[in-house]
């Protein structure tokens, strides 16, 4: 069974450029979420998406957003890129019974300069 | 507000040795995951906790839960080299699918 695949691996972007990630979840999984994940605060939540719809929201400013396609693939963009969004940028996927655990893609390493 | 604290941030131990990480949350909830990260990789599915006393174990690994305490505890049993990663826990704002991540542990075993 594929895992979740992200792409691109990696990214580099120029400071107010705009970039898109994307997601596949593991086939069966309707329920996708994003994290960033820096050195200094760690993984933190950026949206969750279930059936096209954004079910939950970080506290991430509006540049940030996505969306989620109905064959589950999702999508992040940031607009207006800024230094600080340099980060690793991790796509989960998940079944939607309880207590399951989130299944990470290997993630898409974006830089800005 | 959700908030997740780990201890201790950083572990050096000796293989051989026994050790606990320690996970504690600031607001109720009933849903704790532990995950794994090895340098450059992304997040591996250690353990998840359900229930007030949930108690899994996997090889040198044991995971508990306490909801009153709102503390989990992963506990390291005869380390070994091959156990050198970063441990998160994450809890499950309540009834939300939202999972907040504690700062990790960073763990290195040494002969």
């Known amino acids: 069974k594929a895992g979740v695949t992200q792409t691109p691996r990696y990214l580099i972007k120029t400071r107010g450029q705009q970039v898109t990630l994307s997601c596949s979840p593991i086939?069966?999984?309707?329920?996708v979420s994003w994290y960033q994940q820096t050195p200094g605060q760690g993984l933190q939540f950026l949206f969750e998406?279930?059936?096209?719809?954004?079910?939950n929201k970080g506290n991430f400013p509006g540049r940030f957003s996505g969306r989620q396609f109905s064959n589950s693939r999702s999508e992040m963009n940031v607009s207006t890129l800024e230094l600080g969004d340099s980060a690793l940028y991790l796509c989960a996927s998940s079944r939607t019974d309880r207590g399951s655990p989130l299944h990470f893609g290997n993630g898409t390493r974006l830089t800005v300069t | 507000e959700l908030k997740v604290e780990q201890n201790p941030l950083f572990l050096s131990m000796q293989e051989g040795k026994n050790y606990t990480i320690y996970c504690n949350y600031s607001?109720?909830?009933?849903?704790l995951y532990w995950y794994r990260q090895d340098p450059g990789k992304s997040l591996e599915s250690l353990f998840v906790l359900l229930s007030n006393g949930a108690v899994k174990q996997e090889g040198r690994l044991m995971a508990s839960l306490d909801t009153k305490a709102r503390l989990s505890t992963l506990h390291i049993t005869a380390a070994v080299h091959d156990l050198s990663a970063t441990y998160f826990c994450a809890v499950e704002r309540y009834n939300t699918d939202k999972l907040i991540f504690g700062t990790g542990t960073r763990l290195q075993v040494f002969p």
């Open positions: 086939s069966g999984h309707r329920s």
């Open positions: 998406y279930f059936s096209e719809t954004q079910r």
């Open positions: 607001t109720t909830s009933d849903r």
